[in-house]
């Protein structure tokens, strides 16, 4: 059974563009959740989709946006890009919503660099 | 606001040498509390949830246990291949049929031979 596949691995972005990151959940996942993460801050949640509706939303400007697909395949964009944004984009997916403490199912991440 | 704090931040074992790595959490509403490994490079990797105070679960050398304001990820005899991050978070009610999972800063291991 396939993983949670992310695409790029890498990105190399400078300020002021935008970013779109992709992410194909397991089969049969529904639920597609979208995580930041720094050194400094950890693992921070972005925002959840389940069955191509957002169900949930992290503190991040509205620069950061989403989007779940009939297929459950999600992307994430970026807008203006700033240095702080570089972070690792994690996407993980699980069965049903996050609501039902479903374990997640995490990808490799997409290691975004803003320059 | 729902907060974890993970400690050690790191710890080094030499292979053998058992310990506990901490995360201490004050949340509205604990629905759950998971374990996560991370290898370098690699994203999260599920080992436990645990739902109440009192609860245990065990996996290989790996225990998690829980109380009412902390847990404890026991690690026992180590091995090199235990070397990783691990982290906490737990979940929460964060209104209407929604939930949020809060996780810590993790605790990076390694275990020398």
């Known amino acids: 059974k396939a993983g949670v596949t992310q695409t790029p691995r890498y990105l190399i972005k400078t300020r002021g563009q935008q970013v779109t990151l992709s992410c194909s959940p397991i089969?049969?996942?529904?639920?597609v959740s979208w995580y930041q993460q720094t050194p400094g801050q950890g693992l921070q949640f972005l925002f959840e989709y389940f069955s191509e509706t957002q169900r949930n939303k992290g503190n991040f400007p509205g620069r950061f946006s989403g989007r779940q697909f009939s297929n459950s395949r999600s992307e994430m964009n970026v807008s203006t890009l700033e240095l702080g944004d570089s972070a690792l984009y994690l996407c993980?997916?699980?069965?049903?919503?996050?609501?039902?403490?479903?374990?997640?199912?995490f990808g490799s991440g997409t290691q975004l660099s803003v320059l | 606001e729902d907060q974890v704090t993970q400690s050690p931040e790191a710890l080094r074992l030499q292979e053998g040498e058992s310990s506990s790595l901490n995360c201490s959490y004050t949340?509205?509403?604990?629905?759950?509390l998971f374990w996560y490994r991370q290898d370098p490079g690699k994203g999260p990797e599920f080992l436990f949830t645990?739902?109440?105070a009192g609860e245990e679960k065990e996996k290989e050398r790996l225990k998690a246990t829980l109380t009412k304001k902390e847990s404890f990820l026991h690690i026992t005899a180590p091995k090199p291949e235990d070397s990783a991050t691990y982290l906490c978070?737990?979940?929460?009610?964060?209104?209407?049929?929604?939930?949020?999972?809060?996780f810590g800063k993790g605790t990076l291991l390694t275990v020398n031979p």
């Open positions: 993980a997916s699980s069965l049903v919503s996050g609501g039902s403490g479903e374990k997640l199912f």
């Open positions: 978070a737990v979940q929460s009610y964060s209104g209407g049929s929604n939930y949020k999972l809060t």
């Open positions: 949340v509205s509403g604990l629905r759950g």
């Open positions: 089969s049969g996942h529904r639920s």
């Open positions: 645990l739902y109440s």
